[in-house]
Nanobody
Framework: EVQLVESGGGLVAAGGSLRLSCVAS????????IGWFRQAPGKEREGVAC????????YYSDSVKGRVTLFRNNANNTVSLQMSSLKSEDTAVYYC??????????????????WGQGTQVTVSS
């Protein structure tokens, strides 16, 4: 059974940093691409960053580019999202997802099959 468990969310002041983690079980990161999405109240879910399963390249959305870095630890089956210079508009529930399309060239994240339960990130201004 595929499971994704996020952690690391919380309340942080604007300009601060957070590191979100996603621990996966039931599959190998080598087989599935991993992505992070977020959804703010009243807004559609947005793709934030992802590893492409084919070559491990990374994609970052324009909204977070330069402020966010993806890390992968294959030994622990963990993917982390290091976020810095946080803004109030980064406030959202952040979800880890697996087995989907991550196209760095097209700037596209879609059709992820497996999802975690989400972790809340709140940035106070």
């Amino acid at each position: 059974e595929v499971q994704l468990v996020e952690s690391g969310g919380g309340l942080v002041a604007a300009g601060g940093s957070l590191r979100l983690s996603c621990v996966a079980s039931g599959f190998s990161f080598n087989d599935y691409g991993i992505g992070w999405f977020r959804q703010a109240p009243g807004k559609e879910r947005e793709g934030v960053a992802c590893f492409a399963s084919r070559d491990g390249s990374t994609y970052y959305s324009d909204s977070v580019k330069g402020r966010v870095t993806l890390f992968r630890n294959n030994a622990n089956n963990t993917v982390s999202l290091q976020m810095s210079s946080l803004k109030s508009e980064d406030t959202a529930v952040y979800y880890c997802a697996a087995d989907g399309l991550c196209s760095v060239r097209a700037g596209l994240m879609s059709d992820y099959a497996y999802w975690g339960q989400g972790t809340q990130v709140t940035v106070s201004s």
